[in-house]
Each structure stands twice: as structure tokens, then as C-alpha cells.
Nanobody, 126 residues
Framework: QVQLVESGGGTVQAGGSLRLSCAGS????????IGWFRQVPGQEREFVAG????????TTGDFVDGRFTVSREYSLRTVYLQMDNLRPEDTAVYYC???????????????????WGQGTPVTVSS
């Protein structure tokens, strides 16, 4: 069993930065791939970024355009999403998710994740 808690959301002006954190609990957290998703009311949850259990592979959504970076700190059982050059269209609730995988795999599909955090809201003003 893995539990996830996101933090770091807030309100920022366009062009600004935020760093989201996803703190994981459970002895097997390091064996899980982690993904970041976002959701706007009335829309489907969208893949933002993902990282493999070993941290050696990462993938970001097409809309990211090099602005976001995902990383993980094993000693802290935490995964980060660094978001730079934020745009108003990045406004959403951001969720982290975890699923057990083999080494080297990044998971991008919502339905393949087993555990989810409660979400942290991000608002980007123009």
C-alpha cells in the first residue's frame, strides 16, 4: 500500500514558477513509477510528466514544451515537479500517482496507476 500527499500548489503570475512535491509512504514506494496529472473541471485527467522507479527515465506531455521537469529524491521518498514559465492554461488541480512497475518503465496512462494523491490546485493569472 502506498499513500501520496501533494503539496506546493498555489497562485502565481504567468511566467512564474512553482515546485510541486509528492511525498510517498510505504516500504515499496521506491518500486513504483510516479506520474503527475492535471485536471480542469469538466475535462479528463491529463498526463503531465512521469518518472521511472529508478529515476533514470522521464517523460513529459506534449504541451510541456520543456517547461516542466520531474525528479525524485529517494532518501525523502519524494517526487518533484518543477514548473517554469507557467501559462494561464496550466491552471488545474495537479495530482501525483504511483504504480508498481519493472525498472526503467514510465507510465503515462491514467488507468494504469493504482494509487493517487488528493491533488493540489495551481492557478496561473495573466
Amino acid at each position: 500500500q502506498v499513500q501520496l500527499v501533494e503539496s506546493g500548489g498555489g497562485t502565481v503570475q504567468a511566467g512564474g514558477s512553482l515546485r510541486l512535491s509528492c511525498a510517498g509512504s510505504g516500504d515499496t514506494f521506491s518500486q513504483h513509477a510516479i506520474g503527475w496529472f492535471r485536471q480542469v473541471p469538466g475535462q479528463e485527467r491529463e498526463f503531465v510528466a512521469g518518472i521511472s522507479r529508478g529515476g533514470t527515465k522521464t517523460t513529459t506531455g506534449d504541451f510541456v514544451d520543456g517547461r516542466f521537469t520531474v525528479s525524485r529524491e529517494y532518501s525523502l521518498r519524494t517526487v518533484y515537479l518543477q514548473m517554469d514559465n507557467l501559462r494561464p492554461e496550466d491552471t488545474a488541480v495537479y495530482y501525483c500517482a504511483a504504480t508498481p512497475v519493472l525498472p526503467g518503465k514510465v507510465v503515462i496512462k491514467v488507468e494504469e496507476y493504482q494509487y493517487w494523491g488528493q491533488g493540489t490546485p495551481v492557478t496561473v493569472s495573466s
